[in-house]
């Protein structure tokens, strides 16, 4: 039976008409990775889901990471990363959004994009699923690169960008703040999530995509810092920061944007070299249960900025 291929709003595609349960054809393998590669956001629904089917399908688009915190990762599958809403985490994850407490809201970002190695994708599976919030978001950022006219994608295409890693939201110089109020257990340092300390890293703002070749705009707000010698590009300092609020604005048009409502079984492949992510939290309190495998990445996409 032929996959059927159904558009998403916006971008993506839904992909349906095989039994993840059964062993995949190679032909259909290869198809599904071509759709990857196409599309960049892929929703798969209606499939009879368990932790071994969804580490096994993930394989077909590449080696599977480990997240590097153990605390993370299940102790039966490790391959499985759990974004789980525990009452004992909550305060961690806890933020004031306009006035009403918010649980795990991310803002735009791209994984591990605060080293120069980012992963190459990641599929998540809907556990257990809140009737209302929990959203995820997806954003194309080839799409966007195509959208920008001539003279804004000819300015970019020689300038760099540094990323720092931050965990206060308030450090974060182009991330939307009105509104936005962190909890009283906001971490102020990655230790107190025993994660790491990692140095600035530097990407060009415009990427070539290492398998399909399309340009991606490379610019993403989490993290984002600044322009490299913007002078050398014939920028002010002050018309550094203006280009690069206007390439954030740029990103967070609609016309790039899935955000997917979860239902149980459901899953999402997103390529992590093209397209950013981000989450709207639920309430306190509410459970949500989202399980995790990592695509690896083996290309190098930035340098520290120190090299």
Known sequence: MALKVTALENVGV??????ITQPMKDAVAAELVSLWNEHAIVLFRGQNVNPENQIAFSRAFGELALHPLAATRSQEYPELFMLVNEPDKEKFMTANYNGQNTVGKLDWHMDLHY?????????LRGVVCPSEDGLTGFGDLAKAYDALDKETQQLIENIEVTYAFSMQRRHMRYVDLRGYEPGPYSPKKPSDLN??????????????HPVTGRKILEICEQFLERIVAPHQAGLSNDEAIDLLQRLVEHTRKPEFHYFHQWQPGDMVLWDNWRAMHCATGTKPGVERVIHRTTIMGDATLGRMADA
């Open 14 to 19: 839904e992909v349906s008409g095989f039994d």
């Open 115 to 123: 080293t120069g190695k980012p992963n190459r994708g990641a599929l």
């Open 195 to 208: 994660y790491p300390n990692f140095p600035e890293v530097v990407y060009p703002a415009v990427v070539t």
